[in-house]
């Protein structure tokens, strides 16, 4: 479902580690899922974006894992460096419905 | 999401004053969504639109908020009477329409009331 004014879980790590940020989405008839970073003081932006007929995709650094069984969607960072540092959203859409329903975030710090 | 503009940027408005936040969309993009974000929160679904029309509201609080996305122009998001409460982070995105197609978010508008 939606964020309905959860505050925020907070992962720290190690600068130079690998990050796994996790999200449970609502609807099981979901079929396009894409994740956000949202740093302080700006608009949430676009990292990488999977298709329900993908279980992995892989961007620059970046991989996203999809899990239709468990309605679970995992974005790991490879060699987490301080600009990692944000909040990071999955959103999931429905078919045929232009609509994006938001996970509560998750904080990302990294410690140098 | 650089080609989400939103303005302004930052707004202060007095209690029982209104606060209008703007919206263009990206180039190429007709439909228009409003999320709301209060601090160390998630985004919150308002409205989504396209020219002219609203395609789904169930996230506006049912009064004193509106929005419109006029055929010409930018896509407005209209709170009237502001209360503290409604100080937040109110962020624009669009999309093609088309169900599958990503969104793009604009840098936000800051809201306090005072």
């Known amino acids: 479902g939606e964020s309905v004014g959860l505050h925020l879980p907070t992962l720290s790590v190690q600068e130079g580690d690998n990050s796994i940020i996790n999200c449970a989405y609502s609807?099981?008839?979901?079929?396009?899922f894409i994740w956000y970073k949202q740093e302080s003081g700006k608009g949430p932006q676009f990292i990488i974006d999977?298709?329900?007929?993908?279980d992995k995709r892989q961007g620059q650094r970046v991989t996203v894992l999809l899990n239709k069984t468990v309605k679970h969607l995992s974005l790991q960072i490879a060699a987490t460096q301080p600009g990692d540092s944000a909040v990071y959203f999955c959103?999931?859409?429905?078919?045929?419905?232009?609509?994006?329903?938001f996970g509560s975030g998750t904080k990302l710090n990294v410690k140098p | 999401n650089a080609g989400v503009m939103q303005n302004p940027r930052h707004l202060v408005r007095r209690r029982g004053q209104e606060a209008r936040l703007r919206c263009s969309p990206m180039k190429g993009h007709s439909h228009v969504y409003w999320y709301r974000q209060l601090p160390e929160e998630g985004l919150k679904f308002m409205v989504y639109?396209?020219?002219?029309?609203?395609?789904?509201e169930s996230g506006m609080p049912k009064e004193r908020f509106s929005a419109e996305f006029p055929k010409e122009g930018p896509s407005i998001l209209r709170i009237q009477q502001v209360v503290r409460g409604d100080s937040a982070a109110y962020f624009c995105a669009s999309s093609s329409g088309i169900s599958g197609n990503t969104i793009y978010f604009g840098e936000g508008s800051w809201l306090t009331v005072v």
């Open positions: 639109l396209q020219k002219e029309n609203i395609i789904d």
């Open positions: 959103a999931e859409n429905p078919p045929n419905f232009n609509k994006f329903y």
């Open positions: 609807n099981s008839a979901s079929d396009y």
């Open positions: 999977i298709r329900s007929n993908m």
